[in-house]
């Protein structure tokens, strides 16, 4: 859908909503920028500004989020196994 890799970072604290709804056992999904080692030092600040954005960036990111949103039509959310497998 888009040539963002896939990669799995620990931000070291709360998060975001998705972490609540994880750990009362929902699948959930963290979708950033990129890795917290990488993440845009200007974000949740002052200076959080549009000149620091890539619209090139975020195409590819809308094209994962729908990517994403199209994967989660066939998933069967019913299935009350322990292991559903990735979403």
Do not use: Q
């Amino acid at each position: 859908y888009c040539n963002i890799p896939w990669v799995e970072t620990k931000c070291g604290y709360a998060c975001s909503d998705h972490a609540s709804a994880s750990k009362a056992g929902y699948p959930s999904a963290f979708v950033i920028e990129s890795a917290f080692e990488y993440s845009d030092p200007h974000i949740h600040t002052t200076d959080d500004n549009i000149k620091y954005l890539s619209f090139d960036h975020m195409l590819e990111h809308a094209r994962m989020t729908l990517g994403l949103v199209y994967e989660l039509g066939f998933y069967d959310f019913s299935d009350s196994s322990e292991d559903r497998g990735d979403l």
